[in-house]
């Protein structure tokens, strides 16, 4: 998948969170900026998951600002595939 503009999903409510993604370089690698509240328990999941996220759609060049407030992990996964999809302008937002 390759990303073309700057894309959001989420919320900063609580049990959710707030991925934004912004398309780098060829070259840049993977740019993770992770605050979450429960990220001494679970920080390394959610990585992980994350990682996985962008390999499935094959993507190694972006830059990820993630704000979690206690997001369940098919929470996480719906966030991220649609940035993503937004990002890639395969899907568009409901205020566009």
Known sequence: MKLITKAQAGSFESSD?????????EGAGRIIELK?????QFGDDLLKQINDGLDF???NDVRLIINDKGALPPTISARLETALKRAAQ??????K
């Open 17 to 25: 969170v707030l991925i934004m993604v912004e398309p780098v370089v």
């Open 36 to 40: 979450s509240i429960v990220m001494q």
């Open 57 to 59: 759609y094959e993507i």
């Open 90 to 95: 395969l899907q568009t937002g409901t205020l």
